[in-house]
């Protein structure tokens, strides 16, 4: 592809972007930079984690964000008594024929709404990263394709400890962006509290798809074209190293969690119009990329102290770390 025909796509390419936020913000109002991030996750190939209280909005996002994409949507509420064959699928003996058929689980769905996904057990949890890493599953010895493009949107409520499995490093890794939407501003709560009864509900089941699926596979392999420099695969390095030699982490950065960094770049360069990643959009991403792959030395729990003291070590570590020009 000549540098022309590149900028000409990824201009086109941004367009399809700024279209999907402005049909998510018709429902999600006063959260451009939360409904930013599930585009960037999807366009990067990812899944995104939210954590946040409840009532501020998650399981809207998700259900608006399958409803622009025309996609299929499955809600899945994490409990202790969930079993991975709720979520992957099972085999089951059909009579008639004397064979066995599979039936899909929740995770066959374009996105998948894990709601409070630390209320389920490790079990349970790691029925998602097969899913999640390969778009695949796997039962009885079979391996089960995963419709495309497939993105996982978990919740947890990071106050609430009792009754918890906190998700292990393994799963925290599989996630591309990890964000909070927080509380409203008062002029967009005002207007929530004098809308008639039902107004949201019903705006959200009025919201048409403004973009086909295989347009959104366009645009994460727009994505996958896009340059980085050989300075910023290096910068990117340097910050993974440094996470892994810091005297507060014992878990630094792994390898996919520098792709990730990469990929989700990819993506915001598209977002802009450009088929080039600027240091800007690595240093725009890097905590939502990379701060929940993070263990402190000292660490203990998941607490949102623990989230914000490993969202300070990296900060420094990018501060220190220089920047390609």
Same mark, same amino acid.
């Given at each position: 592809m ?5 900028a000409e796509?990824?201009?086109?390419s ?6 999907i ?5 018709k ?12 585009v960037m ?7 995104? %984690? ?10 809207t996002l998700?259900?608006?964000f399958?409803?622009?994409?025309g996609?299929?949507?499955?809600r899945?509420?994490f409990?202790?008594?969930?079993l991975?064959?709720?979520i992957?699928?099972v085999?089951? %003996?059909?009579?008639k024929t004397g ?5 899909p689980?929740a995770?066959f769905?374009?996105v998948?709404?894990?709601?409070e996904i630390n209320?389920t ?6 029925a998602?990263?097969e ?5 695949q599953?796997s039962?009885?010895?079979r391996?089960?394709?995963? /419709?495309?493009?497939f ?15 906190? =998700?292990p /490093?393994?799963q925290?890794?599989?996630?591309i ?7 409203p501003a008062a002029?967009d /709560?005002?207007r929530l ?7 949201s509900?019903?705006s959200?089941?009025?919201?048409s798809?403004v973009?086909?699926?295989?347009d959104?596979?366009? =645009?994460?392999e727009?994505?996958?074209r ?12 340097a910050?993974a190293?440094?996470?892994r ?6 878990l ?5 969690g520098?792709l990730?960094?990469r990929?989700?770049a990819?993506a915001?360069?598209?977002a ?8 800007d959009d690595?240093?725009a991403?890097?905590l ?6 993070l263990?402190?030395?000292?660490q ?6 623990t ?7 990296l900060t420094?570590i990018?501060?220190r770390?220089?920047?390609p020009?």
């Amino acid at each position: 592809m000549t540098a022309f025909l590149a900028a000409e796509y990824a201009a086109s390419s941004a367009e399809l972007i700024q279209r999907i936020e402005a049909n998510i913000a018709k429902v999600i109002r006063g959260k451009p930079a939360a409904i930013w991030s599930a585009v960037m996750a999807l366009v990067a190939r990812g899944h995104l %984690l939210i954590e946040d209280v409840p009532g501020v909005g998650k399981t809207t996002l998700a259900r608006a964000f399958a409803a622009s994409i025309g996609g299929t949507f499955h809600r899945v509420q994490f409990t202790s008594d969930l079993l991975p064959s709720d979520i992957i699928g099972v085999s089951v %003996l059909d009579p008639k024929t004397g064979h066995f058929e599979f039936r899909p689980g929740a995770i066959f769905a374009n996105v998948v709404l894990a709601d409070e996904i630390n209320r389920t057990t490790p079990r349970t949890q790691s029925a998602l990263l097969e899913a999640m890493n390969d778009g695949q599953v796997s039962v009885d010895g079979r391996t089960h394709k995963l /419709e495309q493009p497939f993105l996982v949107i978990a919740t947890q409520n990071p106050e609430e400890h009792y009754g918890t499995y906190p =998700l292990p /490093e393994s799963q925290m890794d599989r996630f591309i962006l990890r964000i909070r939407l927080g509380y409203p501003a008062a002029e967009d /709560e005002k207007r929530l509290l004098l809308e008639a009864p039902g107004v949201s509900g019903e705006s959200l089941s009025k919201l048409s798809p403004v973009l086909l699926l295989r347009d959104i596979i366009g =645009l994460q392999e727009a994505a996958d074209r896009v340059r980085l420099a050989p300075e910023l695969a290096e910068y990117i390095v340097a910050v993974a190293h440094e996470t892994r030699h810091s005297p507060f982490l014992s878990l630094g950065i792994s390898p996919r969690g520098e792709l990730a960094w990469r990929n989700v770049a990819r993506a915001v360069a598209l977002a802009d119009g450009r088929e080039f990643v600027l240091p800007d959009d690595l240093k725009a991403m890097a905590l939502p990329t990379l701060a929940h792959r993070l263990i402190l030395s000292n660490q203990l729990d998941s607490t949102t102290r623990t989230r914000e003291e490993a969202e300070r070590v990296l900060t420094e570590i990018l501060n220190r770390a220089p920047i390609p020009g």
